[in-house]
T-cell receptor, first 112, second 112 residues
Framework: KQEVTQIPAALSVPEGENLVLNCSFT??????LQWFRQDPGKGLTSLLL?????REQTSGRLNASLDKSSGRSTLYIAASQPGDSATYLC???????????FGSGTQLTVLP | DAGVIQSPRHEVTEMGQEVTLRCKPI?????LFWYRQTMMRGLELLIY????????DSGMPEDRFSAKMPNASFSTLKIQPSEPRDSAVYFC??????????FGPGTRLTVL
């Protein structure tokens, strides 16, 4: 059974700092990995999708990497802004049932 | 382009009552997923459909839960009878194939 871990659970940084969020998983037989953002009381917004055959994806100030051999993914946020404050979730599509398994998230606070 | 639409956004009901949550996926998407989010368990997949056919319902917690997808543009998740432990945020998501999933805003259910 796929297990997804996100560390740290919470992170607070000053505005302008570059930061990295971590996601680790136990089963490397994945189809894809997706990073989401969730604002308080809101739904999930898809940020980036990395297919199993890819190593990274970029969108604006965001860059996500995938290393299946080590069971890790990182989300890099450049020049963080207060508007980036949210909970960031990684999720992996894996297994014969092709289920999306979520980590518990990293709650990010960017201080002005 | 409208995203995934869910209704109602908030539902407060009393224990024992029937609850029906509704979802309209993104047009053209052939997969529809129902998730539940709680503080204790995070995000969990309840059931998913492909071309209106239920594929995996192993996440449905009990027989009190049922889901239908009568056509490509509508799905329901029903709880009968509801219990306080069913209180959670229920999300619907859709995708094309096993690709990027797009989530609706969620329905916050409170069972008193």
């Amino acid at each position: 059974k796929q297990e997804v871990t996100q560390i740290p659970a919470a992170l607070s940084v000053p505005e302008g700092e570059n930061l990295v969020l971590n996601c680790s998983f136990t089963d490397s037989a994945i189809y894809n990995l997706q990073w989401f953002r969730q604002d308080p009381g809101k739904g999930l917004t898809s940020l980036l999708l990395i297919q199993s055959s890819q190593r990274e994806q970029t969108s604006g100030r965001l860059n996500a990497s995938l290393d299946k051999s080590s069971g890790r993914s990182t989300l890099y946020i450049a020049a963080s802004q207060p508007g980036d404050s949210a909970t960031y979730l990684c999720a992996l599509l894996s297994g014969s049932a092709r289920q999306l398994t979520f980590g518990s998230g990293t709650q990010l606070t960017v201080l002005p | 382009d409208a995203g995934v639409i869910q209704s109602p956004r908030h539902e407060v009901t009393e224990m024992g009552q029937e609850v029906t949550l509704r979802c309209k996926p993104i047009s053209g998407h052939d997969y529809l997923f129902w998730y539940r989010q709680t503080m204790m368990r995070g995000l969990e997949l309840l059931i998913y459909f492909n071309n209106n056919v239920p594929i995996d319902d192993s996440g449905m917690p009990e027989d009190r839960f049922s889901a239908k997808m009568p056509n490509a543009s509508f799905s329901t998740l029903k709880i009968q009878p509801s219990e306080p432990r069913d209180s959670a945020v229920y999300f619907c998501a859709s995708s094309t194939g096993y690709n990027e999933q797009f989530f609706g805003p969620g329905t916050r259910l409170t069972v008193l």
